[in-house]
């Protein structure tokens, strides 16, 4: 059920919600992740290309297709709907079909749902996002580089861990300094009838 999914959702700072990834949906970023990285080989990659905020080593969205009807993004969505339920003390009934996976009209990038490769020297300076609700996925464990959040609240995520807070809370990521990569995904979520940023 989902209640049992979602029964061991911690708050780690105010408005930031943690989460442990299920297994089976870390199989299919897994899966996402093999996509990707074709995507980043290929002699094409710039076409693909994110150009955000930073100096990321390479970032792009997941393809459609694998976002389209995938476990990971009801789970997503799912956890939008329980960040709604802790915050606006309402109830998931009530919450139902409320939030729901940012898109890009008309571009190539489909669903708000975009992974990041960080290599050494790599940086993502102070920065928001788009939607209402915005969330990282640790794909790697990200000790030597951690999440800053513009309350000076930082968080070292570790593989398997999502976190969910408003899309106007700016964070950023310093520096890397590893020769080992670190790689994070990235998404927005809106809410119905709330106001999109």
Same mark, same amino acid.
């Given at each position: 059920? +989902?209640?049992?999914?979602?029964?061991?959702? %911690?708050?780690?700072?105010?408005?930031?919600?943690?989460?442990?990834?299920?297994?089976?949906?870390?199989e299919e970023l897994?899966?996402? *992740?093999?996509? %990707?990285?074709?995507?980043?080989?290929?002699?094409?990659? #710039?076409?693909?290309?994110?150009?955000?905020? &930073?100096?990321?080593?390479? $970032?792009?969205?997941?393809?459609?297709?694998?976002?389209?009807?995938?476990?990971? $993004?009801?789970?997503?969505?799912?956890?939008?709907?329980?960040?709604?339920?802790?915050?606006?003390?309402? @109830?998931?009934?009530?919450?139902?079909?409320t939030v729901l996976?940012?898109?890009? *009209?008309?571009?190539?990038?489909?669903?708000?749902?975009? +992974?990041?490769?960080?290599?050494?020297?790599? #940086?993502?300076?102070?920065? !928001?996002? =788009?939607?209402?609700?915005?969330?990282?996925?640790?794909?790697?464990?990200?000790?030597?580089?951690? %999440?800053?959040?513009?309350?000076?609240?930082?968080?070292? &995520?570790? *593989?398997?861990?999502?976190?969910?807070?408003? @899309?106007?809370?700016?964070?950023?990521?310093?520096?890397? *300094?590893?020769?080992? %990569?670190?790689?994070?995904? !990235? #998404?927005?979520?809106?809410?119905? =009838? +709330?106001?999109? +940023?």
């Open positions: 059920m +989902i209640s049992d999914i979602f029964k061991d959702i %911690t708050e780690i700072d105010k408005y930031i919600l943690k989460h442990k990834m299920p297994s089976l949906i870390y897994e899966n996402c *992740k093999r996509h %990707t990285d074709k995507i980043k080989n290929h002699k094409l990659s #710039f076409l693909l290309e994110h150009f955000n905020s &930073g100096e990321n080593s390479f $970032q792009t969205s997941v393809p459609f297709n694998l976002v389209e009807g995938s476990f990971l $993004q009801s789970y997503l969505i799912y956890f939008g709907e329980h960040y709604r339920c802790k915050y606006e003390k309402i @109830s998931l009934k009530e919450t139902r079909r996976m940012r898109k890009n *009209k008309n571009h190539f990038d489909g669903y708000d749902l975009w +992974i990041n490769y960080v290599e050494k020297n790599s #940086f993502n300076p102070l920065h !928001a996002h =788009g939607g209402n609700l915005s969330g990282i996925i640790y794909y790697t464990d990200c000790e030597d580089s951690p %999440t800053i959040f513009e309350n000076n609240f930082s968080y070292h &995520g570790k *593989k398997g861990e999502v976190l969910i807070f408003p @899309s106007a809370l700016r964070h950023k990521v310093e520096k890397h *300094k590893s020769e080992k %990569t670190r790689i994070s995904f !990235a #998404f927005n979520l809106d809410i119905e =009838g +709330i106001v999109k +940023i």
